[in-house]
Each structure stands twice: as structure tokens, then as C-alpha cells.
């Protein structure tokens, strides 16, 4: 049997780059509140620039598709899905990703793949000289269907993504401190 490969990650095009440029204009914020007010007030201020910054991560780095031989794990929001390729009958893009189970049931997945744009081919190119990373995502994620070594009686399984929550209540008891000390 070779050698199992890292699972195949689909995020939400452009959000690492949203949720860098976030964290320099929150930095900069916070480093301004203190030179302008102080330590303690800059930290009354910090939990409302994390609860944003939290929400970009959430939305746009968390949010994803993880997938190999084995099955698929969609994260949406705070919710995760792990589906077994065996329970997987079709695979189809409409406004997002959708995988459709053996039971009928449809999981929809916020981040991931999407059709690519025909790429513009320059005169000294052909269109054979792309790779395989410049295919697109529904046919990736079909070969990895393709190549499945999961169980037929593979169960599907949903959890929360627990770690972001704790982060969520940390910020939100922050918040509720923050307001509490300034009224």
C-alpha cells in the first residue's frame, strides 16, 4: 500500500490575505490606543477588534474542505461533517459545493472549491503546460472519490469545532468585562 498522502485543503479564495490585512489594521489600532490612552484602556478596546478578527478566521480560514482517500471534512461556521466517500453518491456545484449521501441527505460546504476561470494562455504557452495544482477542484475532489479505500458501512459523523467556540466565549466574557468597567 504507498504511502497515504496529507489530505487535499479547500479555504475560501483570498481569506488568509482578508484575515492578514485584518490583524495589521487591528495591531496598528491597538498600538495607537495605547500610545494615545494607555495599556488599560487599549485592552477595554482589544476584545472588539478580536470579535472581528474571530469572525474572518471562522468565516474564511476555519470554514473548509478537507479531503482524501478516505472521505471528506467540511467545516461550516462551527460545524463539522465528516463524510465517508462510500456515503458519497454525487458531487455537484451549484452556488457552493454540495455532496449528496446514499440517504438522500445533502451537505452543503461553505468553503471550498469552485470552477476556475479559463486561465488566459499566453503566446509562448500552451495549454498543456499547466499542473495538476491549476486543475479544478470538483475534479480533484472526484479523483480522490475515485481512488476511496473508506468502508460501505462507514458512519457519517458531525461535531463542533470546540476550539473556536472556547475562543468565541473568551472574547464575548472579555467584551462583557469591558463594558462593565467602562459604564
Given at each position: 500500500?504507498?504511502?497515504?498522502?496529507?489530505?487535499?485543503?479547500?479555504?475560501?479564495?483570498?481569506?488568509?490575505?482578508?484575515?492578514?490585512?485584518?490583524?495589521v489594521?487591528?495591531?496598528?489600532?491597538?498600538?495607537?490606543?495605547?500610545?494615545?490612552?494607555?495599556?488599560?484602556?487599549?485592552?477595554?478596546l482589544?476584545?472588539?477588534?478580536?470579535?472581528?478578527?474571530?469572525?474572518?478566521?471562522?468565516?474564511?480560514?476555519?470554514?473548509?474542505?478537507?479531503?482524501?482517500?478516505?472521505g471528506?471534512?467540511?467545516?461550516n461556521l462551527?460545524?463539522?461533517?465528516?463524510?465517508?466517500?462510500?456515503?458519497?453518491k454525487?458531487?455537484?456545484?451549484?452556488?457552493?459545493?454540495?455532496?449528496?449521501?446514499?440517504?438522500?441527505?445533502?451537505?452543503?460546504?461553505?468553503?471550498?472549491?469552485?470552477?476556475?476561470?479559463?486561465?488566459?494562455?499566453?503566446?509562448?504557452?500552451?495549454?498543456?503546460?499547466?499542473?495538476?495544482?491549476?486543475?479544478?477542484?470538483?475534479a480533484?475532489m472526484?479523483?480522490?472519490?475515485?481512488?476511496?479505500?473508506?468502508?460501505?458501512?462507514?458512519?457519517?459523523t458531525?461535531?463542533?469545532d470546540?476550539?473556536?467556540?472556547?475562543?468565541?466565549?473568551?472574547?464575548?466574557?472579555?467584551?462583557?468585562?469591558?463594558?462593565?468597567?467602562?459604564?
Amino acid at each position: 500500500m504507498p504511502a497515504a498522502r496529507p489530505p487535499r485543503v479547500f479555504r475560501v479564495t483570498g481569506a488568509a490575505w482578508l484575515l492578514g490585512i485584518s490583524a495589521v489594521g487591528a495591531v496598528v489600532l491597538l498600538v495607537e490606543a495605547v500610545v494615545r490612552s494607555g495599556a488599560g484602556e487599549a485592552l477595554l478596546l482589544a476584545p472588539w477588534l478580536l470579535l472581528v478578527l474571530w469572525v474572518i478566521y471562522v468565516v474564511g480560514i476555519a470554514s473548509d474542505i478537507r479531503a482524501d482517500v478516505t472521505g471528506v471534512d467540511v467545516q461550516n461556521l462551527l460545524r463539522r461533517t465528516w463524510v465517508p466517500w462510500s456515503r458519497v453518491k454525487r458531487i455537484a456545484l451549484r452556488w457552493q459545493l454540495e455532496l449528496t449521501l446514499d440517504q438522500g441527505a445533502v451537505v452543503r460546504c461553505f468553503g471550498g472549491p469552485v470552477r476556475s476561470r479559463p486561465r488566459r494562455i499566453g503566446p509562448d504557452r500552451t495549454r498543456e503546460d499547466g499542473n495538476d495544482e491549476a486543475a479544478d477542484g470538483i475534479a480533484r475532489m472526484q479523483r480522490l472519490r475515485l481512488e476511496a479505500d473508506s468502508a460501505p458501512d462507514a458512519v457519517v459523523t458531525r461535531s463542533w469545532d470546540w476550539v473556536s467556540i472556547a475562543a468565541l466565549l473568551v472574547l464575548a466574557v472579555w467584551a462583557a468585562v469591558a463594558v462593565i468597567v467602562t459604564r
